[in-house]
C-alpha cells in the first residue's frame, strides 16, 4: 500500500469501492478479536498497551471512513454508518454494502468539503485519545483509608510516564499479593524511598531521624502532616499507632502510608498481618491523580 492510498484510508470524503470495505473489515476484527484473545492489556507494559490501543483505534477509523466512502459510493449518505456498528444487527448493512452495486451520483455531491476534514481529524484525535489509555486508568475509592484527601466512592486516575521514581509525598495506587494469596489493589502515599530511614514515633513518621511536624488543619477536622523534605497534606492520625523501629528502604522498595491512619493497613504492619510491609516499585501501577475535596 503506497502512502498515498494509506492517506487516503481516513478520509470521509469520495467514494470508496467494495474491495475498501472489505479489506478494512477483515483488518479490523482482526485487530479486535486479536486483543480479546490476548486478554487484559494490564500484563503488557506502557509501550506495548499503546501499540494495541493505537493500532485498534486507527483499524477502526479506516473501517469507519470504508464504510462512508463506499455509502457514497452507493449514493447514501454516511450517517448510515453507526448501523454498522451494531452488534449483530450490523451484519445485515454491512453484506449489503458489500455486495450493492454502485450508483451513478453527482461528481460533487461527495466532493472534499471541511466538514469532511473536521470529522476525520476529530475521529484521529479520538484515537490519539483512546491510545493514551496505555498510560492511565480511571478507578474509583472503595475503602476510606485515604480520607480525607480522598473520599469513599470518589472516582480517580491512575497514570504511569516514564520511569518509576516516586518522591516522598505522592499518592500512588499499588496490587499487592496478600500472605492468603488473594491480590489486593490499593491507594497510598510515598513517605520513605530507597536508601532512607524510617520509623514511627507516636504515630510521626521520622525519616533519617527527622520526624514529621504534625499542625491541627484550620478548616477540618484532621492533622496537616510536613515530612522534612517540606512536603505537606492533611491527614487523620492514630493516637493508638503502635512504634516502629527504624529500617532502611531497599533499594526498588517504598514506605506507604495511608491518609487515614485509623483505618489503614500499610507499610507500618507487616504483610503476614494483613500489612503492606515494604512495597516493591514494581507493584506501583501509577500515580494517582484525584479532583476531590477535602472533606471536614
Not at 483505618?263 to 494517582?288: K, Q
Amino acid at each position: 500500500m503506497t502512502a498515498r492510498a494509506l492517506r487516503r484510508s481516513f478520509v470521509l470524503s469520495g467514494t470508496g469501492g467494495r474491495r475498501a470495505l472489505f479489506a478494512w473489515t477483515v483488518v479490523y476484527h482482526v485487530a479486535a478479536l486479536g486483543i480479546l484473545a490476548w486478554g487484559p492489556l494490564d500484563t503488557l507494559g506502557p509501550w506495548g498497551r499503546l501499540v494495541c490501543y493505537g493500532a485498534l483505534g486507527l483499524a477502526s477509523t479506516a473501517w469507519v471512513c470504508a464504510i462512508v466512502r463506499r455509502l457514497h459510493d452507493m449514493g447514501r449518505s454516511g450517517w448510515f454508518a453507526p448501523l454498522f456498528a451494531i452488534p449483530v444487527v450490523g451484519l445485515a448493512p454491512l453484506a449489503w454494502a458489500l455486495t450493492a452495486a454502485p450508483r451513478p451520483l453527482d461528481p460533487d455531491r461527495f466532493r472534499p468539503k471541511r466538514r469532511y476534514r473536521i470529522a476525520s481529524i476529530v475521529m484521529l484525535l479520538c484515537v490519539a485519545l483512546f491510545a493514551s489509555r496505555a498510560f492511565w486508568a480511571p478507578h474509583r475509592m472503595v475503602s476510606v483509608a485515604m480520607v480525607p484527601t480522598i473520599t469513599q466512592g470518589t472516582p480517580f486516575v491512575s497514570y504511569r510516564f516514564g520511569p518509576g521514581r516516586y518522591g516522598p509525598g505522592e499518592i500512588v495506587l499499588v496490587t499487592v499479593t496478600a500472605s492468603d494469596g488473594r491480590t489486593r489493589r490499593l491507594v497510598a502515599r510515598v513517605v520513605a524511598t530507597a536508601g532512607q530511614s524510617v520509623a514511627l514515633q507516636d504515630g510521626v513518621p521520622v525519616l533519617d531521624g527527622v520526624p514529621a511536624t504534625h499542625a491541627p488543619c484550620p478548616l477540618a477536622a484532621c492533622t496537616v502532616e510536613t515530612l522534612p523534605d517540606g512536603v505537606s497534606y492533611r491527614i487523620r492520625t492514630d493516637p493508638s499507632s503502635r512504634p516502629m523501629a527504624a529500617v532502611t528502604v531497599p533499594e526498588g522498595a517504598l514506605f506507604l502510608l495511608a491518609d487515614n491512619r485509623i483505618a489503614a493497613r500499610d507499610s507500618r504492619i507487616p504483610p503476614e498481618e494483613g500489612g503492606l510491609g515494604l512495597v516493591p516499585v514494581s507493584a506501583v501501577e501509577g500515580r494517582v491523580l484525584t479532583f476531590a475535596k477535602v472533606t471536614p
